[in-house]
């Protein structure tokens, strides 16, 4: 009621989705949705799809939940793509991906591909939120560095969970060197979500995002410069200040 009919909503299949498909499903909606406002896509939505949103390359997929030949899926598609920014979406995690007792879900195939690709990987599923540093290995964990600002590009990327979007906030039951940031009922979390701002200050390279709750909380704050439609090498991307789309990612 308060967004409105036409407000873009884009959503990968989870494991509480039961009424995905069939008359009033989620995908009727969704679809319906989409068409109101004139976007377009690539397969089967939520479960193998793409789709270009105001210059953001957005692939929705349910690895460990429906369908299989998802890593194929998302490494066809990046490939086939030169947007600046790329966004990979599924639901459910691996274990080494959340800081929750979730189990190995989904393969590390999905997670390396996207990585290759330059988009950045948004989850959900764990009840909480939580983000990495830059990474050049998703099943290794390999740091490239731990800046706030992260230089995204073919091999380089970064992976967050944002699972505060209104169920039940659980606690923390892991951690590694690799987290950037971690909000959980440990941390005393309240539900929120990613925010995130494209073309900041002008600049098409440049991103701003946060996590906010609805307390007004603000416990990670961090900028993403993108040249993952570029064969670049992330110490060759000379830093960017933080010197406009907005695009908000929540989950249960």
């Not at 983000?131 to 992976?159: P, Q």
Request: net charge negative; proline share 4%; glycine share 12%.
């Amino acid at each position: 009621d308060i967004l409105g009919p036409d407000f873009p909503y884009f959503a990968s299949k989870g494991n509480h989705d039961d009424k995905w498909d069939g008359s009033g499903g989620y995908t009727e909606v969704l679809e319906n949705r989409m068409n109101r406002i004139g976007v377009s896509w690539d397969g089967e939505i939520g479960i193998k799809s793409s789709l270009h949103y105001k210059g953001i390359f957005i692939i929705l997929v349910a690895p460990g939940e429906e369908g299989k030949g998802h890593a194929e899926y998302i490494a066809q598609k990046l490939g086939q793509d030169n947007s600046i920014w790329r966004i990979c979406s599924w639901h459910k995690n691996m274990r080494d991906m959340q800081v929750g007792g979730k189990d190995d879900a989904t393969g590390w195939e999905v997670y390396e591909e996207s990585r290759k690709g330059g988009a950045i990987i948004a989850t959900g599923h764990e009840h909480s939120y939580s983000r990495t540093h830059l990474l050049s290995s998703m099943e290794n964990k390999t740091v490239v560095n731990r800046s706030d600002t992260l230089d995204i590009k073919k091999g380089h990327s970064f992976a967050f969970v944002s699972g505060l979007g209104g169920k039940s906030i659980r606690s923390q039951k892991r951690d590694g060197d690799w987290w950037a940031a971690v909000y959980t009922d440990s941390q005393d979390a309240n539900h929120g979500a990613l925010f995130g701002t494209f073309n900041l200050n002008g600049n098409p390279n440049l991103a701003e995002f946060y996590f906010k709750d609805i307390d007004g909380v603000v416990p990670d704050r961090f900028w993403v410069v993108s040249h993952a439609n570029e064969d670049v090498v992330a110490d060759e991307v000379p830093p960017h200040p933080p010197k406009n789309v907005t695009i908000s990612v929540e989950s249960e």
